[in-house]
T-cell receptor, first 115, second 115 residues
Framework: GAVVSQHPSRVICKSGTSVKIECRSL??????MFWYRQFPKQSLMLMAT?????????EQGVEKDKFLINHASLTLSTLTVTSAHPEDSSFYIC???????????FGSGTRLTVV | GNSVTQMEGPVTLSEEAFLTINCTYT??????LFWYVQYPGEGLQLLLK?????DKGSNKGFEATYRKETTSFHLEKGSVQVSDSAVYFC??????????????FGTGTRLLVSP
């Protein structure tokens, strides 16, 4: 079946630094990538949607300059948290979809801790 | 807007007990409905889905029926196991299961199964 590899699984960074999270579709072409954020004991909140080769569409309230999304190829999308602060600590999950009704395939998530 | 409402958890059961996790939705059009499961420290995995009214999704002993008249998609399992302990998310997507539309998630229900 479709597989999405997400890395890193855990990362701890200092406040003010930037962190990049990668999601790769291993056996299909991901035309659309969704990036979610999950706070402890809460549901997933969609942050942005990106289509290959286009600028990402951000949900209301999500700072596009802080959460940079790049979807330059059909197999790779990245989320960069710039100038991270402790309140950015969260669980970030990507979800990819391809052509012909693949549906949604989720990455395993990245737990970001900003200290 | 579209929304999904799930029963609050945690749901605590003994092994071999019957499980029901309620899920109701509000949506325009004809959404597809999903149940996802999240094991500790992992991303989401699709458990089952239904794409039209009266469809029954099933997998690993879990079942859910798409009830348009009651706008519900309750998750059931006849006999739970300790390994079923996880967080379960109900979700909907408009436009079918093509993967081009974003998913709207419920808040999740934590299931704890004791031996």
């Amino acid at each position: 079946g479709a597989v999405v590899s997400q890395h890193p699984s855990r990362v701890i960074c200092k406040s003010g630094t930037s962190v990049k999270i990668e999601c790769r579709s291993l056996d299909f072409q991901a035309t659309t990538m969704f990036w979610y954020r999950q706070f402890p004991k809460q549901s997933l909140m969609l942050m942005a949607t990106s289509n290959e080769g286009s600028k990402a569409t951000y949900e209301q309230g999500v700072e596009k300059d802080k959460f940079l999304i790049n979807h330059a190829s059909l197999t790779l999308s990245t989320l960069t948290v710039t100038s991270a602060h402790p309140e950015d600590s969260s669980f970030y999950i990507c979800s990819a979809s391809g052509l012909r009704g693949y549906g949604y395939t989720f990455g395993s998530g990245t737990r970001l801790t900003v200290v | 807007g579209n929304s999904v409402t799930q029963m609050e958890g945690p749901v605590t059961l003994s092994e071999e007990a019957f499980l029901t996790i309620n899920c109701t939705y509000t949506a325009t059009g004809y959404p597809s409905l999903f149940w996802y499961v999240q094991y500790p420290g992992e991303g989401l995995q699709l458990l089952l889905k239904a794409t039209k009214a009266d469809d029954k999704g099933s997998n690993k002993g879990f079942e859910a029926t798409y009830r348009k008249e009651t706008t519900s998609f309750h998750l059931e399992k006849g006999s739970v196991q300790v390994s079923d302990s996880a967080v379960y998310f109900c979700a909907l997507s408009e436009g079918g299961n093509t993967g081009f539309q974003k998913l709207v998630f419920g808040t999740g229900t934590r299931l704890l199964v004791s031996p």
